[in-house]
């Protein structure tokens, strides 16, 4: 079965740094982009930007572009989104997916979601 | 970027109802229009793909049609599971994007 696991919640303070991860499994991990979505409370999806494994390779939205660092160890098939410094705007459920051929999104990770409070 | 909208915002249905959901695309995006839901707490689920191709496990009571700027996404029966949040996404340029979402619940 194909499968990305993500890791658990987080909560954080403003200004804090963090990596949260999303391990796949079931599958060849290089042959396939990852790419992660933000979903913030009550609100609809944001696409933040993609990784290729095989290379590392990244693309990000520029709404994201130099916010977050997406990042992949694929020895453990492992991708990752950073922040240096969290924000409470922050707050939200990150979602990783794994890219098809024309870049649809199955399947997705169970979300992790961050919470940046003081 | 590719702007995403999607009519209606919500709307309330019964079992058995027919059930269609448009998207539009604020420029040509050619077939690069996926389909998902979402049910509250869970992660989105992906329905169609490159705009009418039904994903396996799907049930065959979900359809996707369209090309160009305008799509549409076709519940044929609703059924109980089906009360979700109903988002469109193109992936024919990056920045990839959504629609706002449509949520169906119950009448």
């Known amino acids: 079965e194909v499968q990305l696991v993500q890791s658990g919640a987080e909560v954080k303070k403003p200004g804090e740094s963090l990596r949260i991860s999303c391990k796949g499994s079931g599958y060849s991990f290089t042959s396939y982009w990852i790419s992660w979505v933000r979903q913030m409370p009550g609100k609809g999806l944001e696409w933040m930007g993609r990784i290729d494994p095989s290379d590392t390779y990244t693309s990000y939205s520029p709404s994201f572009q130099g916010h977050v660092t997406i990042s992949v160890d694929k020895s453990i098939s492992t991708a990752y989104l950073q922040w240096s410094s969290l924000k409470a705007s922050d707050t939200a459920i990150y979602y990783c997916?794994?890219?098809?051929?024309?870049?649809?999104?199955?399947?997705w990770g169970q979300g992790t979601l961050v919470t940046v409070s003081s | 970027d590719i702007q995403m909208t999607q009519s209606p915002s919500s709307l309330s249905a019964s079992v058995g109802d027919r059930v269609t959901i448009t998207c539009r695309a604020s420029?040509?995006?050619?077939?690069?229009l996926n389909w998902y839901h979402q049910k509250p707490g869970k992660a989105p689920k992906l329905l169609i793909y490159v705009a009418s191709s039904l994903q396996s496990g799907v049930p065959s009571r979900f359809s996707g049609s369209g090309s160009g700027t305008d799509f549409t996404l076709t519940i044929s029966s609703l059924q109980p599971e089906d009360f979700a949040t109903y988002y469109c996404q193109q992936s024919y340029s990056t920045p990839f994007t959504f629609g706002p979402g449509t949520k169906v619940d119950i009448k």
């Open positions: 997916a794994r890219a098809g051929s024309r870049n649809w999104f199955d399947p």
């Open positions: 420029q040509s995006i050619s077939n690069y």
